[in-house]
């Protein structure tokens, strides 16, 4: 079962990528995405999950400090499932328009 985790520390880079130095020492492999690669350097907070020994998925990263920034994901599958619906919708009322003419 995975839970969400919140950390703070220095993004440094290493030879295998982005990684989050805490406070007591630890060192968590972060995904290598510009989100994350415009921090190196900084103290920051990330929200995520574990992935596997020593890797961390970012849900969120923010400068330490700061409030945590509003999340908004548009999540494809969902923007998928409004077009068919839409979509369906538009052919129903079409094709009820076609045979009442």
């Excluded at 972060?30 to 020994?53: C, H, M, P, W, Y």
């Excluded at 700061?66 to 068919?84: D, G, S």
């Amino acid at each position: 079962m995975t839970s969400t985790t919140h950390l703070a520390g220095v993004v440094e880079w290493s030879a295998n990528g982005p990684v989050l130095r805490t406070d007591d020492g630890g060192t968590w492999q972060l995904d290598n995405t510009r989100q994350v690669r415009k921090f190196i350097g900084a103290r920051v907070e990330v929200v995520g999950e574990r992935s596997g020994f020593n890797g961390f998925a970012c849900d969120q990263i923010w400068p330490a400090g700061k409030p945590r920034p509003t999340a908004f994901k548009l999540r494809l599958e969902f923007l998928l499932a409004a077009a068919f619906v839409a979509y369906g919708l538009y052919a129903t009322v079409g094709g009820v328009v076609s045979v009442l003419r």
